[in-house]
């Protein structure tokens, strides 16, 4: 092992669980600025005239923030410590959800958008940091699990949360949850989260090392293999997300109740898939799990591209569809996390900015699902069974270029 990776990093016995509850729910600040106001689209386009389609700009201006961020989140971070950007990240989120509450102009409201991704990306780059500070190995995969546990039910509560919210009052109130929700999550942290960063860790601040950072990160062959592969675990997810509504709208013919119900069913394989990944660490190594469930995913994936082409998985057979995609989900919830802790291996002493290029990763390649899904014809469930099916073999060509890179040694206990 090198020192590098573990020698300064703070004993895990000392992150409670409270700890990861409380970055669980930091990180899911970025699902749920996203997903909660979904039901609220038709009245933000006619409350602030941007005219049919324009909440689709609104959330693009989001997605921008976010990739912008994630670049300046992590070098911050390796500079200032873990609390310092996180909680100035946090505070512009709410200032910005806060503005994006009264503000009247449709303009204006995509700027306040945008620039609260740029503070929301703190959520999404440092709680990973602070995972890789304070564990490795089987340790860090164990907390990176309990961590998703928390995580992944934001997005399958964002949007139930949106349209309670409407029922009492109008899409505003939906940005001044947001705004409140950021607040909370900066009391959390200033009163019980320790900065994980010692001082004599921190990495100078500049531009040309910034990017000689990132250069050197990308070119590290652990970090590049394990990061794709987490990467197109993404692509899988998002071209799932990005299909759904068609799929089960349109071709499956699913209630909003149905629909809800199955979101719920869907998100819970992947976390019992994350969970269950936790407990095995401790006895299989994680490549060995994350080849298993990649072998998984790689099987059922061609079963579902099979019987969508053939006409089974659809329409006719929807009890078989939504069974294939949880499959494949549920195998998701091993790959994720143990791809994350893997790409991290080697990069403890700056890990602020190993999370930020994987995010940046994860967001840039994985929002290109869409962008297929888009391009297939729709009216059956070939789209999503591509898609799906685009990112595994991302996965399995990403899984070649690990088993090149060099072995990262015996995994903590």
């Known amino acids: 092992m090198t020192p590098s990776s573990s020698s300064h990093a703070p004993p895990a016995r000392q992150f409670s669980a409270w700890h990861i509850v409380l970055l669980g729910l930091v990180t899911g600040i970025g699902p749920l600025a996203t997903d909660m106001y979904l039901p609220a689209f038709p009245e933000v386009e006619q409350d602030l005239g941007g005219g049919p389609g324009s909440a689709q700009f609104t959330l693009a201006a989001w997605f921008l923030g976010l990739a912008f961020g994630q670049f300046s989140q992590g070098p911050l971070s390796d500079r200032f410590g873990r609390r310092a950007p996180l909680v100035v990240g946090l505070a512009i989120f709410a200032v910005a959800s806060a503005g994006c509450a009264v503000v009247q102009d449709y303009h204006l409201f995509c700027l306040c958008r945008f620039l609260g991704a740029v503070g929301g990306s703190a959520s999404a780059v440092v709680p990973r940091a602070i995972v890789r500070d304070v564990a490795t190995g089987k340790k860090g995969a164990r907390i990176m699990s309990q961590l998703t546990l928390v995580f992944g039910v934001m997005p399958v509560l964002a949007p ?224 999503t069974a591509l898609g799906m099916m685009a990112g595994i073999l991302g996965m399995a060509v990403a899984d070649g270029m690990r088993r090149f890179a060099p072995p990262i040694g015996a995994e903590d206990d």
């Open 160 to 383: 139930s949360f949106g349209s309670i919210v409407l029922k009492f009052g109008n899409w505003r109130w939906i940005f001044w949850v947001g705004a409140l929700y950021g607040v909370l999550a900066i009391l959390g942290i200033l009163l019980t989260l320790p900065d994980t960063l010692a001082r004599e860790r921190r990495i100078p601040f500049s531009p040309t090392r910034i990017a000689a950072r990132y250069l050197v990160i990308l070119q590290e062959p652990v970090f590049r293999a394990n990061a794709l592969i987490a990467t197109f675990s993404t692509f899988v997810m998002f071209a799932y997300l990005g299909s759904a509504p068609v799929l089960f709208e349109q071709v499956l013919h699913f209630s909003s109740a149905q629909f809800g119900l199955f979101f719920g069913v869907n998100a819970a394989a992947f976390i019992l898939g994350t969970q269950i990944n936790g407990k095995l660490v401790h006895k299989v190594a994680m490549p060995a799990l994350l080849e298993g469930a990649l072998l998984w995913a790689l099987v059922i994936g061609a079963v579902f591209v099979v019987l969508a082409c053939i006409g089974v998985a659809g329409e006719h057979h929807p009890i078989l569809t939504c069974a294939l995609i949880t499959s494949i989900t549920g195998a998701l919830g091993f790959i994720g996390p143990n791809a994350t802790v893997m790409s991290f291996y080697h990069h403890g002493h700056h890990a602020g900015s190993a999370s930020a290029m994987l995010g940046t990763l994860q967001f840039s390649i994985g929002s290109l699902s869409s962008v297929l899904v888009g391009l297939l014809p729709g009216g059956s469930a070939i789209p």
